[in-house]
Structures are given as structure tokens and as C-alpha cells.
């Protein structure tokens, strides 16, 4: 099946540092999603990509459709304690087994206030 | 709206028991999904369906099945519990083939 490495698994950062994570994947995909998980809960939808080369933000968050198709990263600025959780890339391909996403292994983000 | 809703949140089964999750979603998402997570290996999808009375094997569906007779419910059911099957589920349903997922809550299962 697909493969997507997401990268780094973990990271400890201080209050206020910016975040960057990234998946890559050994297939093409036409959309790419990004999701947080907090403790006890289903993941959430942060955002979605759907064009080859899209940037696009959600507040602090900004999160890249990479040119290739095969891999996108998600920043996050000025990080808060409230950014503490695991995030998702996952992503799906056009053509048969379109109907799934296939989900990176997650990036855990603590924050030290 | 409630959503996508999971029963039960947490169970524990004796090995060779079996037991049903349900799920339910509110939003007429003909497609639904269930996930399993175990820790540090993100999400693996058991099984899907495009629509009632569809549907189809994901990448781990040994052990499970399903069956969609609503357009609401997509129940997962586990025949034969192994303690390898004890995980967090999570149903999630969505509207297009390619439009935002939404997840339940999950139920965290253990097998003894």
C-alpha cells in the first residue's frame, strides 16, 4: 500500500517558537489533509490542500501542497500551550483505492509554557 | 448537530468473546470509514463504505467485519476477540470522495 513517513515523531519546543513538520510520500496524491488529536479525542480536521503547489493558512497555521505531489509540510508560528497534540498529514490518490486516505504516523508536539 | 457518535467510549472483552461498535453519523454522509490507532503507528483503516448496502476491505480488516444497512449506521464487528485487536477505534464519515473527514470520539478497547 501507499507509505507516507511524516517527520519529526516528536518535538519539544518553547512557548512562542515556530513549528514545521512534513510528510513525504513514495506515491502521488491529489489531496493532502492535515489533522490535530488531542487527548482522548477524534482527530480534527486543520486543513486542506488540493492543488499541487497550494499554500494555504489557518491562523497560525500554514501548510503546503508540495510541487511534486508527493509531500507537504505544516507550520505552526508563535507556538501556545494549547498547540500540545499529536498532528496528521494524510493524503489520497486519484486513481483506484481514491475512497481512502492513507494517515502518516503522526507528529507529537508538547510545548514547554 | 451531534456529528459522528461512537458507542461504547471503553470496553474490555475476555479473549474469544465478541462484541459490536456502533456508529452513527447525522450529517447523510454516504461515505464511512473505521480506523483503528495503536500508539505511534497513526491511523489503519479496517474498513469502508461508499454508501448503503457498499462495502469494502481496508488495509487491516482481519477479524472484522461490517455491514451498512443505513445511510447513518456502519456498526464494526469483532467476531473472535484477539488481545492484537485491543486498540482505540474510530468511525468517520464525509460528505465527498475527496472532502473533509470527520472522526468520532473513538472507543478504546482492550482485549484480555
Known amino acids: 500500500g501507499q507509505q507516507l513517513n511524516q517527520s519529526p515523531q516528536s518535538m519539544f519546543i518553547q512557548e512562542g517558537e515556530d513549528v514545521s513538520m512534513n510528510c513525504t510520500s513514495s506515491s502521488i496524491f491529489n489531496t493532502w489533509l492535515w489533522y490535530k488529536q488531542e487527548p482522548g479525542e477524534g482527530p480534527v480536521l486543520l486543513i486542506a490542500l488540493y492543488k499541487a503547489g497550494e499554500l494555504t493558512s489557518n491562523g497560525r497555521l500554514t501548510a503546503q501542497f508540495g510541487i511534486t505531489r508527493k509531500d507537504s509540510f505544516l507550520n505552526i508560528s508563535a507556538s501556545i500551550p494549547s498547540d500540545v497534540g499529536i498532528y496528521f498529514c494524510?493524503?489520497?490518490?486519484?486513481?483506484?483505492?481514491?475512497?481512502?486516505?492513507?494517515f502518516g504516523k503522526g507528529t507529537k508536539l508538547s510545548v514547554i509554557p | 448537530n451531534a456529528g459522528v457518535t461512537q458507542t461504547p467510549k471503553f470496553r474490555i472483552l475476555k479473549i474469544g468473546q465478541s462484541m459490536t461498535l456502533q456508529c452513527t453519523q447525522d450529517m447523510n454522509h454516504n461515505y464511512m470509514y473505521w480506523y483503528r490507532q495503536d500508539p505511534g503507528m497513526g491511523l489503519k483503516l479496517i474498513y469502508y463504505?461508499?454508501?448503503?448496502?457498499?462495502?469494502d476491505k481496508g488495509e487491516v480488516p482481519n477479524g472484522y467485519n461490517v455491514s451498512r444497512s443505513t445511510t447513518e449506521d456502519f456498526p464494526l464487528r469483532l467476531e473472535l476477540a484477539a488481545p492484537s485487536q485491543t486498540s482505540v477505534y474510530f468511525c468517520a464519515s464525509r460528505e465527498l470522495r475527496a472532502g473533509e473527514l470527520f472522526f468520532g470520539e473513538g472507543s478504546r478497547l482492550t482485549v484480555l
Open positions: 463504505s461508499v454508501g448503503a448496502g457498499i462495502t
Open positions: 494524510a493524503g489520497q490518490g486519484g486513481g483506484a483505492g481514491s475512497y481512502q486516505l492513507t
